[in-house]
């Protein structure tokens, strides 16, 4: 069973104190690779780190639209020398919040679309989030597209079915968390049964949004077996099989990533 959890963040609160502890359980539950998710400048090194030290464990480097206004001026170049680490497979995450607004949006759009230059210019997938932003995401992504190709996730998906039919047709993948576990999540259960087959992974998001049967927890990448299996389950097949899936999409599309 090739289970992996294509987003986690194993050096925050919550997971770092006891990351080696951490890491065994989600593999005896059968999870074969983590990608420990970046979201500010300051740590990239102990990200990069953890996965110099873990061989099933990868990096990305990235701003998260919170911390933008912070990163205003970051520029492609020291992205670019980031990612060109052995262990650093993608790019983010990065996107637009308009949720929470903790940054300016425009300063948000600026930096989204360096990471995207960035993502064209060395083949790694961008994994982009996005709440309560939908027409910009989708206008932002489709302008980049039609100056060049990229790879691109949208991760912990939560939007509309529109959305989701828009980001497909632009060529992106669709990443899904222990949100689609919820009970008000129908919504998205109902996208989860349909999104293609090769489009889809799964992530746990970890220390975040704990599936069903561990709500109120601290989330930790075990747990991707859990929201691997409700997945499954809304489509009609097993665990096992989703995981090979959701395995193999994740290799495809984060290709430089090797077990």
Known sequence: MMLIDSHCHLNYKGLVESQPQVLDRARETGVRGFLNISTRQREWADIVSTAERESDVWASVGIHPHEADSHADLGEAVLLEAAAHPRVIGIGETGLDYFYDHSDRQVQQDLFRVHIRVARETGLPIIVHTRDAEDDTTRIIAEEMGRGAFPALIHCFTASAPFAAKMLE??????????????????????????????????????????????????????????????????????EALADTTGANFFRLFSKAVL
């Open 170 to 239: 632009l060529g992106l993948s669709i990443s899904l968390s222990g949100i689609v576990t919820f009970k008000n999540a129908k919504d998205l259960q109902a996208i989860a049964a349909e999104l293609p087959e090769d489009r889809l992974l799964v992530e746990t998001d970890a220390p975040f949004l704990a599936p069903v049967p561990h709500r109120g927890k601290t989330c930790e990448p075990a747990f991707v077996a859990d929201t691997c299996a409700f997945v499954a389950g809304l489509r009609g097949t097993s665990k």
